[in-house]
């Protein structure tokens, strides 16, 4: 599965808006700075699908706003 991200890094609130069952806009509160952020992204969507971090590969965006993920679903 893919996933695109919106990433907001250094937000106030965080959290996880569902544009479209593929797109989702993710707030953080980490920087954007030595990949903090990065890290941080990838807990949250897997704490969100309920899944490792492990299971989440970033494709493409690392210094981008928008952010291609690529998941392998497996259950903790």
Not at 54 to 71: A, D, N, T
């Amino acid at each position: 599965m893919l996933l695109y991200v919106h990433a907001k890094a250094g937000s106030k609130k965080t959290g996880i808006e569902r544009v479209t069952p593929s797109e989702w806009i993710v707030r953080v509160h980490e920087r954007a700075i030595d990949g903090k952020a990065n890290t941080a992204i990838i807990k949250a969507i897997a704490k969100e699908l309920r899944i490792a971090p492990s299971c989440i590969h970033l494709v493409s965006g690392e210094k981008s706003k928008h952010k291609k993920f690529e998941i392998h679903e497996s259950p903790i």
